[in-house]
């Protein structure tokens, strides 16, 4: 297997070149990353080329980075930047293996990246997706709505400031005789704190 | 002359048909649909996020919840995944496990399928006969975990404990006499194996019963037969997998393809059909429930031989033994750390998939260390089965709606996570 993945790798990085920002193999996993400027056209070149063939698009994730190994960020403006990324899942059935995509949206406070819905088809709801729950701009995509929340909502509710319990809460009012939004009434609490221990914690 | 104009009707989110919550805004022309825009997220509960909020092993039980008509295969991306991180190993006998309840529930959901996809189209004695049978794995599931749907069972390094050596019994009560309880409990005698392997031995002919009320069917297929049809190349252009994409001639299997745990030991064939329309599919589901069934016997002879350890020994990964726990300082120490921080997953991120039922139901992974993922994105399934819901509707009469959705699959404990 890592045979065949270490010629994928040689593929890429003698047909992309420059443009690739980093390439890994780890954990039988390629990952790729590219500029946004650049995105586009490598996807295409991603189907496209005979040693490439990734026919099928598996999956688009939207991930904000901004608190990326911090437990203490209480400022979001001081975290990670460029904060979020569109990372695509590859498959090709033709060589059959995969490959992982990832492209940074270069502005944080408006996040574009091209959209790969004409190269795969399937992106289109991968994408508004990735624009409801994180405010990633796809360009190029023409029907980008809100898909998972409720019709109206205000924000990004995946982005890392957002909090779990959100801003509003709904609830019938009986004088109103209809449902109405009013701010959250519940505090936000945490049972288990998240901890990222030393590298050989507990490894005596 | 009358003004014609399209006529835009609103089916469900309340609708029987739709599954579940799926809100259907129909465009019609006269009675054939001009435009299909689903609106979802009615079910939307934002199991990713909740998921950053708790510890890796909290978060397991989520993954049941995903696609409620298959349990236990939801739990398996994310078990791999998080295995994957932490590079360990399952036993032989937990992957053997795990194989067959993947197939035990691959065929629990295709009998919730077939059922309910018959019901939509007007054959109401389906649902009646395939619920038959999915009580039967409900008590297998039961048996195992002790929960009928939502198990947990499967857990990073392994699952939770190895098969139980009896079945729960009916008793005698109001509404059953002795003569009644005893014919239920017929096959409940032995071990949850024998259970198994009586229904295994019981299922072919309940598959055949099906076949015989549907497969030749004229109003079955006349419902079906070329409704719609998706060529092999609009099915890799819209992301199908699984029985969506086998049913347009595209023979593609994980458990074929990119093998885990022990599917490459194990012996079994790819349906795949031809014309990719509705009836295609439920050929190959058919055909998937009696390789599964195939699969199923051939774990139970490999379990029943080979007795072993299910779950890993890494005590950092899984709970010490509780009689160890209770005289050894360090078995102690490390449940206490165990239940109260949880794993910790060295950084890193992972794509796990495995052949769901449905296709291929995909966990991708980010951890940064901590005892809780920094980002989970499940793959799910039937969104993207949905999406291409306007392209398979345009141009098809309002009530081949119904049998697309049947065939797309979905359950919306999956499309709106």
Known sequence: MSVKLERLCKNLSEIFRERVQSLTLVGGEVTLEVAAADYFEVATTLRDHPDLRFEQLMDICGVDYVAYGRTDLVDFTEGRSPRFAAVSHLLSLTHNWRLRL????????????????????????????AFNLYGIMFEGHDDLRRILTDYGFVG???????????YVEMRYDPEQKRVVYQPVTIEPREVTPRIIREENYGRG | MAEIKNYTVNFGPQHPATHGVLRLVLELDGEVVVRADPHIGLLHR???????????????????????????????????????LLGIEVPIRGQYIRVMFDEITRIFHHLFNLG?????????????????????????????SGARMHGAYYRPGGVYRDLPDSMAKYQVNRFKNEKTVKELN????????????????????YLDEYETLLTGNRIWKQR?????AVSPERALQLGFSGP???????????????????????????????NGDCYDRYLVRMEEMRQSNHIIRQCIDWLRKNPGPVMTDNLKVAPPKREKMKANMEELIHHFKLFSEGIHVPPGEVYAAVEHAKGEFGAYMISDG??????????SVAFQNLAAMDEMARGHMIADVVTIIGTMDIVFGEVDR
């Open chain 2, 244 to 274: 969506m994409l086998r049913g347009s001639g595209i023979a593609w299997d994980l458990r074929k393809k990119q093998p885990y745990m022990v599917y490459d030991k194990l012996d079994f064939d790819v349906p795949v059909g031809t």
């Open chain 2, 116 to 144: 309910t996809h018959a019901l939509d189209v007007g054959a109401m004695a389906m649902v009646l006969y395939t619920f038959r049978e999915r009580e039967d794995i409900c008590d297998m599931l039961e048996a195992v």
């Open chain 2, 46 to 84: 934002a199991t990713e996020k909740l998921m950053e909020h708790r510890t890796w092993v909290q978060s397991l039980p989520y993954m049941d919840r995903m696609d409620y008509t298959s349990m236990f295969v939801n739990e398996h991306p994310f078990c791999l995944a998080v295995e994957r």
């Open chain 1, 156 to 166: 990004h509710p995946f982005r890392k400031d957002f909090p779990v319990t959100g």
């Open chain 2, 224 to 228: 079906l037969v070329g409704v719609g």
């Open chain 2, 186 to 205: 017929k096959a409940r005698d032995g071990s949850l194996l024998d259970f198994i392997e009586a229904f295994t031995e019981r299922f072919p002919g």
């Open chain 1, 102 to 129: 990832r492209v940074f949206a270069p502005d944080d406070s408006f996040p574009v990246v091209a959209s790969v819905t004409p190269i795969w088809n399937g992106a289109n709801w991968f994408e508004r997706e």
């Open chain 2, 370 to 379: 901590a005892n809780k993922p920094y980002r989970v994105k499940l793959r």
